[in-house]
T-cell receptor
Framework: KAGVTQTPRYLIKTRGQQVTLSCSPISGHRSVSWYQQTPGQGLQFLFEYFSETQRNKGNFPGRFSGRQFSNSRSEMNVSTLELGDSALYLC???????????FGPGTRLTVT | DQQVKQNSPSLSVQEGRISILNCDYTNSMFDYFLWYKKYPAEGPTFLISISSIKDKNEDGRFTVFLNKSAKHLSLHIVPSQPGDSAVYFCAASEVGGSNYKLTFGKGTLLTVNP
């Protein structure tokens, strides 16, 4: 079974731009979660989707948004990029309830 | 407020010896705990989990211990191998709650020296 895939793997943007990241979950997994990892901060929860519905959201500003499609693929969008948004963005999928999540390789976003 | 804490940013052990990674949590609603391993430039890999109805779970060289009264869990790796060198994250969740998320600690960098 193929793992979680994320595209693109690397991205460089300038302040003020917006960005869209994509995630394809493991086949059969309907829950997709997004996390931000910055140095020294561990993994910070962004949001979780199940069957196209956002079930939970972390403490991030409204510039961070996401969605899930009927095939469980998910996208996250960050508008009006700031330097502090530079991070590794990780997507994870699971069967349900967010337990035992399986992570993709991440998208490394650099904002200059 | 950090609900999952890994107080040791790094740990160094000799090959063949035991590695013990520790994790504390403050939220008494957490009832499911997981350990992930992460290599640079890769996503975290699920290692082992434990439900709060147990106090120990083993999988090969990896054993997780849970002390609910102390709100403490630990991951034991025996014997440690150089390939185990990575960042280890502890995570927690509420099985019966409506928070469909994992709360992670900040990680511990394990270095296993040959």
């Amino acid at each position: 079974k193929a793992g979680v895939t994320q595209t693109p793997r690397y991205l460089i943007k300038t302040r003020g731009q917006q960005v869209t990241l994509s995630c394809s979950p493991i086949s059969g997994h309907r829950s997709v979660s997004w996390y931000q990892q910055t140095p020294g901060q561990g993994l910070q929860f962004l949001f979780e989707y199940f069957s196209e519905t956002q079930r939970n959201k972390g403490n991030f500003p409204g510039r961070f948004s996401g969605r899930q499609f009927s095939n469980s693929r998910s996208e996250m969008n960050v508008s009006t990029l700031e330097l502090g948004d530079s991070a590794l963005y990780l997507c994870a999928s699971s069967l349900d309830r967010g337990l035992e999540q399986y992570f993709g390789p991440g998208t490394r976003l650099t904002v200059t | 407020d950090q609900q999952v804490k890994q107080n040791s940013p790094s740990l160094s052990v000799q090959e063949g010896r035991i590695s013990i990674l520790n994790c504390d949590y403050t939220n008494s609603m957490f009832d499911y705990f997981l350990w992930y391993k992460k290599y640079p430039a890769e996503g975290p890999t699920f290692l082992i989990s434990i439900s709060s109805i147990k106090d120990k779970n083993e999988d090969g060289r990896f054993t997780v211990f849970l002390n609910k009264s102390a709100k403490h869990l630990s991951l034991h790796i025996v014997p440690s191998q150089p390939g185990d060198s990575a960042v280890y994250f502890c995570a927690a969740s509420e099985v019966g709650g409506s928070n469909y998320k994992l709360t992670f600690g900040k990680g511990t960098l394990l270095t296993v020296n040959p």
